[in-house]
């Protein structure tokens, strides 16, 4: 085989080890480059500093009756942040959420919870969130100023607040973003 027929079977060789190395090189350049691109993401809505006296201002207009006021709005997030007081309230039914995690902070009064056992008589009132009478075979635990709680998802409870007066701060932890509220529709021109 003459020099000139070598020199080409080398070449012809090394072409595929070649186009490897350039294409594994381009790779490695766009990987880098795309990385040196990636920014922080940035915040999706304002920071909420609550004072103490907002907060207690807060907790006096909800009162006397049943009421929850939202610290957030939860459209796009997997979290809800409400200020909830309960007054004197025993008929609401035991629940149980199949994608969502509860955390109350008790901020003033008592309460008294059923947590765990089984959700009697369950019924979906939405995708994923079951109500019945009563919980049977759960554990009764009194909470008071201070005290914090964690609900797990699938954990049937129930809180009564007879004859008291409850405010608790709820976080609300989903499996998923909730869904962004419907546009409210233009008003109607007038006749």
């Known amino acids: 085989m003459s020099k000139r027929n070598a020199s080409v079977r080398e070449t012809r060789i090394a072409s595929p080890l070649l186009q490897l190395m350039v294409v594994a090189g381009f790779l490695t350049t766009s990987a880098m480059t795309v990385s040196a691109q990636r920014k922080p993401s940035e915040a999706t809505r304002p920071v909420v500093v609550m004072s103490a006296q907002s907060l207690d201002d807060l907790k006096q207009k909800l009162k006397p009756g049943n009421k929850t006021e939202d610290l957030i709005d939860s459209a796009g997030m997997e979290l809800r942040v409400a200020v909830q007081h309960e007054n004197n309230k025993t008929g609401a039914a035991a629940e149980l959420h199949d994608a969502s995690d509860d955390v109350y902070y008790v901020l003033e009064g008592t309460a008294t919870l059923t947590l765990g056992g089984t959700l009697d008589s369950p019924k979906e009132v939405e995708p994923g969130e079951w ?9 009764k635990v009194e909470i008071a100023k201070g005290d914090v709680v964690i609900v797990p998802r699938g954990t049937p409870h129930h809180r009564s607040t007879a004859n008291q007066d409850f405010t608790m701060l709820l976080i609300k932890v989903w499996e998923d973003p909730r869904p962004a509220a419907p546009a409210a529709a233009p008003p109607k021109p007038a006749p």
């Open 131 to 139: 109500r019945g009478p009563k919980i049977i075979g759960g554990q």
